[in-house]
């Protein structure tokens, strides 16, 4: 069992979470129960996860994605009261962290995403640091690092480029990091991977000469709040879910 404030500062120490710029509030968004015995884990909180997390009876409710984004509306109308109606209802608390769990070097999303696909990580790059680039152990074709992709994804990815293009270095950002594609280049790494491809970076990657593959950005930031999950309930001593709900994005 944890105390709600205690497993929150934990956490936000963990992930160093105010040392970021983010797009929204990290840590505690919606105050439940105080006493947090079982945690459910999962990338967005909508209104599905809200539904299943309240029929397991959980106390808190950590996700990748939570709520009062920049520039959305300011209005507790609609959409968004269902959700919050939802959560102090049943005196669930809400705890997100954003980009730091993109970023953690052990349990962030991208550090995840790379020990799945064997890659060894060099370095970091782009706003923040929360970009990640490496090396194959065994270089490989584009198809087949796309086959890799979807194996551990089990979705099929994106891929932009030839597929037998010989790929030995690769950068990687979860979630809609198509704007890291610049940097990716600059890097010299032959492939790019992110979760959401835009427009213009099909063109780009095409003129620059590198392969581009959009992974999905649901099943590419699946993976740190589970690891995050793990970590606090071991901790913690507290039981632990992860509630996947399916997103094609």
């Known amino acids: 069992m944890a105390d709600l404030f205690d497993l929150v500062n934990y956490t ?111 370095g970091w790059f782009g706003d923040q640091a929360i970009g990640a680039h490496g090396v194959f152990a065994h270089p490989r074709s584009a198809a087949t690092f796309a086959a890799d992709l979807e194996r551990v994804l089990a979705r099929p990815p994106l891929l932009i480029g030839r597929p037998e293009t010989v790929l030995r270095r690769v950068a990687w950002c979860t979630g809609a990091a198509h704007g890291l594609l610049g940097e990716a280049i600059e890097l010299g790494v032959d492939a790019f991977v992110t979760g959401e491809l835009s427009e213009p970076a099909v063109h780009v990657a095409r003129e620059a000469g590198i392969t581009l593959i959009g992974a999905g950005h649901h099943a590419t930031e699946r993976y740190g709040v589970q690891a995050l999950g793990e970590h606090l309930a071991s901790r913690f001593a507290l039981h632990h879910c992860f509630l996947d709900s399916d997103n094609p994005v």
């Open 12 to 122: 936000k120490n963990l992930l160093e979470a105010d040392k970021f710029r983010d797009y929204c509030p990290n840590g505690l968004q919606v105050e439940g129960r105080r006493e947090v015995r079982r945690l459910l884990t999962a990338v967005s909180a909508n209104l599905d996860v809200l539904d299943r997390a309240v029929q397991l009876d959980a106390d808190c409710l950590l996700v990748h994605h939570g709520y009062f984004w920049k520039q959305e509306p300011l209005p507790v109308v609609g959409i968004r009261r269902n959700r919050l109606a939802r959560l102090l209802t049943a005196d669930l608390s809400l705890v997100a962290f954003h980009l730091p769990l993109d970023a953690h070097r052990a349990l962030g999303n991208n550090a995840q995403l790379g020990v799945r696909l064997g890659i060894a990580v060099e």
